[in-house]
């Protein structure tokens, strides 16, 4: 028996958002380990010199590291509300933003964005969020 309903591939690529987010997630902890060596490195820098010195290499690791956090946190947060709203089939503009935000955070990223925003232009996916 044959169906006119197009078959979609949304699912899959709701479970490719949650486990890219979940995966940046665990990125971030990269960056909080760059931060504490830049908190070593300070001490390090106090300890060995008792004269004071003008500029302590430590802090350019710490804000690095911060700023690091900071970007893959949001990232994730953004890439795990674009899974929840493939589920619920709202927030079609918001989904293919962070669709094209994936592509800049390398392969995985960037072959998850493509195929999502190639999915997204499908006349029966648009039909699927204008419900």
């Known amino acids: 028996m044959e169906t006119n ?7 899959t690529f709701r479970i490719l ?4 987010g979940i995966l940046t997630l665990l990125f971030s902890l990269f960056f909080l380990f760059y931060a504490g060596f830049g908190f070593f490195f300070m001490g390090m820098a106090e300890f060995e010199n008792e004269a004071e010195i003008s500029f302590n290499p430590g802090i ?24 929840k709203y493939i589920k619920e089939h709202h927030h079609y503009n918001f ?16 072959l998850l964005g493509v195929f999502t925003i190639i999915e997204l232009n499908k006349p029966y996916a648009k039909e699927l969020f204008e419900r």
């Open 5 to 11: 309903t197009p078959q979609n591939n949304l699912n």
């Open 95 to 110: 989904i293919f933003v962070v669709a094209i935000l994936n592509c800049l955070t390398g392969v995985l990223g960037i």
């Open 17 to 20: 958002f949650i486990v890219k």
């Open 60 to 83: 350019i690791f710490i804000i690095i590291g911060v700023i690091g956090v900071l970007l893959c946190l949001a990232l994730a947060i953004v890439t795990l509300l674009a899974g």
